[in-house]
């Protein structure tokens, strides 16, 4: 089934912020999140006659952001940690509307896992994934999804609740 115009933009409104959010999680960077979510949109718009309804609209369009990021971080690598006593909390001159949503402690402590736990908690958690798709997406079983997941919770709870002791 080929996507139509009319419903690859209701694709577009419906999982665009999501998608953003995913994107921002992973790269670590508000402009870059952007670009990758563009990419992506792009690329799924390329590739709209191999949309199959019946799946998930938002695994689909996960999946190939995934693929995006992953092409960004073989030309460019995923940020480094700030070197320790650098402030979390950098100033910018213009109010960000999503200060609230993300968060210098969460995205320094996201950085801090390893990346198996930190994409799979991502895909779960930002994405708005089931466990399912998002085992389908990596390849991987239900069990590892879930205990990644699991061991990612407990890794950033440890986190942000031992940066603020």
């Known amino acids: 089934m080929t996507l139509s115009q009319v419903e690859f933009n209701a694709l577009v409104e419906n999982h665009g912020e999501v998608l953003?959010?995913?994107?921002?999680?992973?790269?670590?960077?508000?402009h870059e999140a952007e670009d990758m979510v563009q990419e992506a949109f792009r690329s799924a718009w390329k590739s709209r006659r191999r949309y199959e309804s019946g799946h998930s609209d938002r695994a689909w369009l996960a999946s190939i952001l995934r693929r995006r990021v992953i092409d960004?971080?073989?030309k460019k690598?995923?940020?480094?940690l700030l070197p320790e006593g650098s402030p979390l909390e950098i100033?910018?001159?213009?109010?960000?509307?999503?200060a609230n949503d993300f968060t210098d402690e969460m995205q320094h402590a996201l950085a801090q896992?390893?990346?198996?736990?930190?994409e799979t908690?991502?895909?779960v958690v930002v994405g708005d994934l089931t466990h399912q798709e998002t085992a389908n997406l990596l390849g991987v079983p239900l069990g590892t999804v879930l205990s990644r997941v699991?061991?990612?919770r407990n890794r950033l709870r440890e986190l942000l609740v031992g940066a603020k002791t």
């Open 20 to 30: 953003y959010r995913l994107a921002y999680r992973l790269v670590g960077d508000r």
């Open 150 to 152: 699991s061991r990612a």
């Open 121 to 123: 908690l991502l895909l």
């Open 91 to 98: 100033p910018v001159e213009a109010a960000d509307p999503l």
């Open 77 to 80: 690598p995923p940020p480094q």
């Open 72 to 74: 960004r971080w073989r």
């Open 113 to 118: 896992l390893p990346d198996p736990l930190r």
